[in-house]
């Protein structure tokens, strides 16, 4: 890869962007590096419970400055995906408003009457009367879609079921399982490039899951990058069957070289 083709970037946010409401220091000199310099890049997260417009709110406040239209969540890719499988349908909704807002956006008709999907996401507040409702039209023949496989997610207080878990309770009452949209899905991967408008060749995926960010970039055709800013150590990533492109402590050793991560121009210099 030359400076002629820059690289693309997809990366993904919580724990290569930030840690907790907290900056991942080197990130913003990394982020201001990529718009100084009008290198395409997403910041890709499987949480469906925000919008964009949120997410970059949330984002600003920890001192990053990211586009609206540089942000792709799970909610965006599974709208994306029903549009295309089935455009103007219609969906029974357990989630909140990046979810909701995304298939709206599509013009989808959001029902718990007949519904075409049954469309399970992340909320703060699942409810027992909605996830039985689901479990209903599911039985019905309703198609069960999922946002994203995660089956956990942090709060200070300990864990918290997430999306996954909950797909599996309904899975194991009515025996049908769902098609999850987001990470490891290396179709969340390609929506992303479709939006950026590049190419898996000239793209790479930063992350700090080898079982989600990893696994995906590799399968969607893409360098990848591990960083060990987030939940991923050295010796986890040895644990796995499949490696990322290059180990790095986190985005910051990125500072400087965007144009050519893997240092290929020196080494055909140097050849």
């Given at each position: 890869?030359?400076?002629?083709t820059?690289?693309n970037?997809l990366?993904?946010?919580?724990?290569?962007?930030?840690?907790?409401?907290?900056?991942?220091?080197?990130?913003d000199a990394f982020?201001?590096?990529?718009?100084?310099?009008?290198?395409?890049?997403?910041?890709?997260?499987n949480?469906s419970?925000?919008?964009?417009?949120?997410?970059q709110?949330?984002?600003?406040?920890?001192?990053?400055?990211?586009?609206?239209?540089?942000?792709?969540?799970?909610?965006?890719?599974?709208?994306r995906f029903?549009d295309?499988?089935?455009?103007?349908?219609?969906?029974?909704v357990?989630?909140e408003?990046?979810l909701?807002?995304?298939?709206?956006?599509?013009?989808?008709?959001?029902?718990?009457?007949?519904p075409?999907y049954?469309?399970?996401?992340?909320?703060?507040?699942?409810?027992?009367?909605?996830?039985?409702?689901?479990?209903?039209?599911?039985?019905?023949?309703a198609?069960?879609?999922?946002?994203?496989?995660?089956?956990?997610?942090?709060?200070?207080?300990?864990?918290?079921?997430?999306?996954?878990a909950?797909?599996?309770?309904?899975?194991?009452?009515t025996?049908?399982?769902?098609?999850y949209?987001?990470?490891?899905n290396?179709?969340?991967?390609?929506?992303?490039?479709?939006?950026?408008?590049?190419h898996?060749?000239?793209t790479l995926?930063?992350?700090?899951?080898?079982?989600?960010?990893?696994?995906?970039?590799?399968?969607?055709?893409?360098?990848t990058?591990?960083?060990?800013?987030g939940?991923?150590d050295?010796?986890t990533?040895e644990?796995?069957?499949?490696?990322p492109?290059?180990?790095?402590?986190?985005?910051?050793?990125?500072?400087?070289i965007t144009?050519?991560p893997?240092?290929?121009?020196?080494?055909?210099?140097?050849a």
């Amino acid at each position: 890869m030359s400076n002629e083709t820059p690289w693309n970037f997809l990366m993904d946010m919580d724990g290569v962007l930030v840690r907790e409401e907290h900056l991942v220091p080197g990130a913003d000199a990394f982020v201001a590096e990529l718009r100084d310099n009008g290198i395409g890049f997403m910041v890709l997260t499987n949480n469906s419970i925000y919008t964009p417009r949120d997410l970059q709110a949330r984002l600003k406040r920890t001192g990053l400055e990211i586009p609206e239209a540089s942000i792709w969540t799970s909610a965006l890719a599974t709208a994306r995906f029903l549009d295309e499988q089935r455009p103007g349908g219609s969906a029974y909704v357990v989630g909140e408003s990046g979810l909701t807002t995304a298939l709206h956006n599509i013009g989808y008709v959001l029902t718990d009457r007949d519904p075409d999907y049954v469309v399970l996401g992340e909320t703060r507040t699942y409810s027992f009367e909605a996830i039985t409702r689901a479990i209903r039209l599911v039985e019905n023949g309703a198609r069960f879609i999922a946002t994203n496989p995660d089956e956990k997610g942090p709060s200070r207080e300990g864990s918290l079921p997430a999306t996954g878990a909950v797909a599996a309770l309904i899975e194991r009452v009515t025996g049908r399982a769902p098609y999850y949209v987001g990470k490891p899905n290396p179709l969340m991967m390609r929506s992303a490039l479709r939006t950026l408008g590049a190419h898996s060749e000239s793209t790479l995926m930063i992350g700090d899951r080898m079982d989600t960010d990893v696994r995906s970039g590799l399968e969607a055709g893409l360098q990848t990058i591990l960083v060990l800013s987030g939940i991923s150590d050295r010796d986890t990533a040895e644990l796995f069957p499949y490696r990322p492109t290059k180990v790095m402590n986190s985005v910051a050793d990125l500072v400087g070289i965007t144009h050519d991560p893997f240092g290929t121009t020196a080494a055909a210099e140097n050849a």
